[in-house]
């Protein structure tokens, strides 16, 4: 099988593509991601060695590139994971969602339907479903919780699956899509909150912690994101959706602090600062549907995959001080400047 990974050189995208590999040695791998500041080929060396791997820098909205590629590779999957992430930028900066997020999966769909495919597969986030208070812990997200969004990044991960969806039933495309929780894990670039606040404590510089740190996120480490992807496209009912979550809730101020232990760091880096506008309270997957439909459950826990992921920062200390050496900088002051 030809398989399309778009996004592919970034964080969950590159972890999935270094899975197929070794998971599946036989399928050929296509990675066309448009390079983006989230983008990074470092993190695909050892996949641009691979005899099944092809990368090409191509935009996901750009449709005379898209179906330049699908006349090339007569792909059988595509998998979708080409998107702008952050829900910080998103509140900055909102058109750029919209024309990635949206116009990007639009474009993909439509190559989808004059090529033809064997499955298309979106990568969706449980931020489509709104957030959950923080006082009732029996609370989960389902697939069948009302699509309810409040950031900028959310709005266009829903519009996404909305467009999807319309195309499977207009269109009779074979799709899917997965809402997974919060990934964390090597190649996360370093301005979401986990290797934020690794890189940030050892060079000993202050933590921002948003609002009172209470926040809950559902953390999953980021294999286990890429098993269940590779079991829904393969083996997911055509139409559906599925939730990816391990029940793995914390705090950020847990999150921070564990952190901080790992690497033997004092508290008192933590420094409180402006939360963000609209901020999601928590975030909570049941994940019973992909369990009992295709037995997926995940393999390691936060504590483990949170050493793991520490360990990794460590050891590639030069992959991401790189990226800090670029033009990081001047996003950090102008996200945390006046905090
Ligand atoms: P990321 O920001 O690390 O990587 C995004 C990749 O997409 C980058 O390589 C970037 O260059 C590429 N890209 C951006 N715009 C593009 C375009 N127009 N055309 C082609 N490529 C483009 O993101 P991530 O954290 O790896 O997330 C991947 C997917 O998973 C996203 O769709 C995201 O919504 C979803 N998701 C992420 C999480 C999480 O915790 N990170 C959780 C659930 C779902
Ligand atoms: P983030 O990694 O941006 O993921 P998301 O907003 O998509 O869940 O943030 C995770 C949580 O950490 C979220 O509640 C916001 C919080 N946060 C901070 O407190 N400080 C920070 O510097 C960042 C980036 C996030």
Redo the contacts with the bound molecule.
Sequence with gaps: MTIIV????????SNFIYYQLQKHPEDRIVC?????????LKTLKEAMTHDQFRFVK????DRGAVNQLFEEEHPDIIV???????VDRSVVNPEVFL???IM?TQVLMDACRKYGIKRYHQ?????VYGDLPLDQPELFFTEDTPIHTSSPYSAS?AGADLIVLAYARTFKLPVSIT??????GPY??PE?LIPLMISRALADESLPVYGTGENIRDWLYVED?CSAIDLVMRKGREGEVYNVGGHNERTNLEVVRTILRELDKPERLIHYVTDRPGHDRRYAIDPAKIHNELGWLPQTRFDDGIRMTVQWYLDNQSWWQDILKGDYQNYYQQMYGNR
């Design positions: 778009t996004g592919g050189a970034g964080f969950i995208g066309m991601d448009a390079l983006t500041y989230a983008g990074n191509a935009d996901i909205a979708n994971f080409a998107a702008e992430s952050h024309r990635t997020n990007g990568v969706s986030t449980d931020e991960k809402r997974c929780s919060n990934n964390y996360h670039f979401k994101h």
